[in-house]
């Protein structure tokens, strides 16, 4: 099932895609199930809510097609987002600088303001010109987890999205020991277009492609058969520090090909357009506009 968060009427609602290609619609779950407000708390009522949920879209008409609404964040705003950085074993290597790979995974934080919906621009900011993309996997946690490990970890996943995980990599160097400022700016990054549930994984996680596109040529390819700290690990490892809520979302890393690895830089530019493709899920694309200032013209 393909969870989603949209704008439609003026309004907000949620529901779930149906369809292929260009035949694909939107069923109004909120309407259907009123007992949930959102993703977010139908996350929280658990497998049986999802149950509800699948029977709610089993056979039922779409209310409209997918291009007559505007799609937000999958959560609309999500609790907590944990990003892991250099997952991808190659990746360290792209470093250059002779580490060995590293015991435990490296984790900051970022904001919902930071994240904009499929087809929202990626804002470039009126402080830097140095914008870079890097597309993600991203979990989505389902069930409160804490001290998890192994299968019981595995089990705590509601669904997966794709995610632009957009960094201002000249703010990233502004402090020694944190990139928070350049990880955060308003808009730099993007989650979506939807939550597929963990039930259309029978295969696991263990062999997932991610893929990144700029304007259609490819920066980024890569599967998860490469990460140094896998799904389970990183739900066990962040739950033993911190007890993992229903929504929050885990973004598990990017692989090599990242605007600033080459020479010259291929930061993003207005016009510019970012597609992240994550197997399973689907396609994840944003614009790119430049930051107004406050006043301007738009």
Request: charged residues 20%; contains cysteine.
């Amino acid at each position: 099932m393909k969870l989603i968060s949209y704008l439609h009427g003026g309004a907000s609602h949620w529901g779930c895609v149906i369809g292929d290609g260009n035949g694909q619609g939107v069923v109004d779950l909120g309407r259907r199930l009123p007992a949930f407000a959102s993703v977010s708390a139908l996350l929280e009522g658990g497998e049986a809510a999802l149950a509800q949920a699948r029977q709610a879209a089993e056979g039922a008409a779409p209310d409209h097609a997918l291009a007559e609404v505007r799609l937000a964040l999958p959560i609309a705003r999500p609790r907590r987002v944990f990003c892991i950085g250099v997952n991808y074993a190659h990746r360290n290597a792209e470093y250059k600088d002779g580490s060995d790979l590293p015991k435990y995974p490296s984790i900051f934080m970022r904001v919902a303001e930071s994240f904009v919906g499929h087809g929202e621009p990626l804002q470039q900011p009126l402080e830097s010109q140095q914008l870079d993309y890097e597309g993600e996997i991203a979990i989505v946690i389902g069930r409160r987890a804490r001290r998890v490990k192994g299968d019981e970890a595995l089990a705590c996943i509601a669904g997966l999205t794709c995610m632009n995980e957009g960094t201002v990599r000249d703010w990233v160097h502004h402090a020694k020991f944190n990139v928070t400022q350049g990880k955060n700016f308003n808009a730099s990054g993007a989650i979506g277009p939807w939550i597929v549930t963990a039930d259309e994984f029978p295969q696991g996680y263990g062999a997932l492609r991610v893929q990144t596109r700029v304007n259609g040529e490819p920066r980024q390819d890569d599967t998860t058969a490469h990460l140094m700290f896998d799904f389970a690990y990183l739900i066990g490892y962040l739950s033993t520090f911190t007890t993992l809520e229903p929504g929050d979302i885990i973004a598990t890393g990017t692989p090599t090909g990242a605007g600033i690895r080459f020479d010259p830089p291929k930061f993003l530019q207005p016009g510019d357009v970012v597609e992240v493709e994550v197997s399973g899920v689907g396609v994840l694309r944003n614009g790119v506009r430049a930051e107004q200032a406050e006043g301007a013209a738009a």
